[in-house]
């Protein structure tokens, strides 16, 4: 899976199942954010679907750090 480069983020969408589903999803990469201080943008469409955004605003472009952490989502993802 590889990310998407949208006006200088990194975005990628995400289908599940149930809104449970995507919700254990989230709290893994939630988890994960909050022990590296990075934390994406997450916006839910239509209760299955998430789309998540990288970025780093205190730079103002994409870093390492969000590379790493899309890298980990996408680990996460496809277990």
């Known amino acids: 899976m ?17 809104q ?3 919700a254990e999803f989230l709290l893994k990469v939630a988890r994960y954010a ?11 469409h239509k209760a299955f679907q998430l789309e998540i955004t ?5 730079k103002n472009e994409i870093t ?3 590379h790493q952490l899309a890298e ?3 680990t996460v993802f496809k277990k």
């Open 2 to 18: 590889s990310w998407n480069e949208i006006n200088g983020k990194l975005v990628q969408n995400f289908k599940f199942k149930s």
């Open 20 to 22: 449970t589903e995507m």
């Open 34 to 44: 909050d022990a590296i201080n990075h934390h994406p943008d997450c916006t839910i």
């Open 54 to 58: 990288l970025y780093s605003y205190d």
């Open 64 to 66: 390492p750090v969000d």
């Open 72 to 74: 980990h989502i996408t």
